[in-house]
C-alpha cells in the first residue's frame, strides 16, 4: 500500500480488520487479580503479544528504543526484510539492517514477525523486469534463502503481503508474480514451510476487516481451499489500517477466520483521529481481538505518531511524538487487562492429514504417528513420538516410503537413508521423553506419501 491522501481515505472508508496468529500454546498468567502496566505484559496474560513496527534507523533514538523495549512483546520490520531489502542484486543477498532489528528484538526477549517474502510492491528493480519461470524460479529461491537464513528466529512470516485487489471483484491483483499463475501462493506456502517449518506461515493483506468486503470474502475463500488441499498456512493477518472508525462486523472477520483453523493477527494497526474518539477505536479493537480465542496478538505499525507512515496527515498511534501515552494507550491497557488473565484456546490442527497410528506402546515403547500435509509431487510429514508406560531415553522412528519417494529435509531428528526405509532418531534435546508425554519431529520429501507407516522403537 503506498502513502497517498488517497490509499489513507480509502483506508478510511473502507478498512476494519484483525488478525492474529496462536501457537495453541499460551503463557500462564502468574497472578489472577492484577492488572498489567505495559502493553506487552498486559496481552501476555491471556497469552498474547502486543508488537510494534520498528525501523532500523531509529534505533539509536533513546526515546524511541525505550518505549519498544518497555511496551512491546513482538517486533516486525517496517522495511528492512522485504524484498527490495533483502535481495537488491540478484541471488546478492543483504541482511545487515534486519538483523539490527531482529537482533535488537531477540537480545530483549521479544518474537519477530517477518515481514515480508512475497509482495509485488518494493520489488528489488531486477525482479521488477521479470516474468514467468524465470520470476517464479526467482520468488522460490529468494523465499529459501531468506526463511532459511532466519530460520528459528521467526515466530511468524508474512509469507504472501496483499496479493488480493481492491474494489468488488473478491479476486486476485494484477501483478507479475501474479501472472507467473494462479498457484504462486500456495508455492510461497510450500517453500517457506520447508525453509523454516518452525515458523507460522501468515497471508497479510488490508481492507479485509470488514466481513461484508468482498476482497475479505476472496481472502476467506482461499484460505478455506489452502486448508481443504492442505496447502501450509497457519495465520491470516488483518492489516488494520483504519480511519476514525472500526467496522461494525470487525470481530465477525476475526472469528470467521478463526473458525477456518488459522490464528487472526492485527498486524499493522494504526487508527485516525484523537483523544476519545480515537481512544475508543483503539479500545474496539483490542476488545475484537481478545473476545476470539484464535486472535493471538496485535501490532501497531509504528511507536510515536512521528513514526508513522501516516504522519503529518494522521496521528495515529498509541504514543505521541515526544512519546508520551496517549488516551488511546490506556484504552488498549484497559482492554487487555479485562481480557486477562485467560489463555486462548489450544486449538486442534485441522490439516487435510492422515494420521496413522502404528504400535502399541507398552512398558518402555512408543507410538509414532504421522500427519501428513501433502500436494501434487509431495509431502511434509510431522510425526509424533509418544513414550509408553515407562520414559524414553531415546527413540528411533522409521518409515518405509513408497518406491520414487525421497526425504529432502527434516528437523528435531536426525536421519539415515534418503529412500525406502529411512530411519529418524533423536536429537540430544528430545530424546528423553516422560512416561504418556510426547515430542514431534517432521520431514519434508518429493513423491508420494501413500502408505506412509512410521514404527517407533526405543533406544
Ligand atoms: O510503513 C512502510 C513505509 O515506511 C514504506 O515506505 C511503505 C512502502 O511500501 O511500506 C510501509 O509499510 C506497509 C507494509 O509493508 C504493508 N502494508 C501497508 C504498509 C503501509 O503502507
Partial sequence: MKLTAKSVSRVVLAATLIATTTGGVAFLATTSASAASTLGASAAQSGRYYGAAVAAGRLGDSTYVGLLNREFDMVTAENEMKMDATEPNQNQ??????????????????????????????????????????LRSALVNHINRVASYYRGKIYAWDVVNEAFADGGSGGRRDSN????????IEVAFRTARAADPGAKLCYNDYNTDSWAAAKTQGVYRMVQDFKARGVPIDCVGLQSHFGTSIPGDYQTTIQRFAVLGVDVQITELDIAGSGAQQADSYRRVTQACVAVARCTGITVWGIRDTDSWRYPGDSPLLFDGSGNKKPAYNAVLDALNAAGPTNPTTTTTTTTSTTTTTQDPGPGGCTATASLNTWNGGFVANIKVTAGSSALNG?????????????TNQWSA???????????????????????QSVEFGFQATGSATGLSPTCSAR
Fill in 93 to 134: 543477498f543483504s541482511f545487515a539492517n534486519g538483523d539490527r532489528i531482529v537482533n535488537h528484538a531477540l537480545a530483549q526477549g521479544k518474537r519477530v514477525r517477518g515481514h515480508t517474502l512475497a509482495w509485488h510492491s518494493q520489488q528489488p528493480r531486477w525482479m521488477q523486469g521479470m516474468e514467468g519461470s524465470a
Fill in 177 to 184: 508474480l501474479q501472472r507467473t499463475g494462479n498457484d504462486w
Fill in 395 to 407: 527413540w528411533s522412528v522409521s518409515v518405509s516410503l513408497p518406491s520414487g519417494t525421497t526425504v
Fill in 414 to 436: 536426525n536421519r539415515s537413508g534418503t529412500t525406502g526405509t529411512v530411519t529418524f532418531t533423536n536429537v540430544d534435546y528430545n530424546g528423553s521423553v516422560a512416561a504418556g
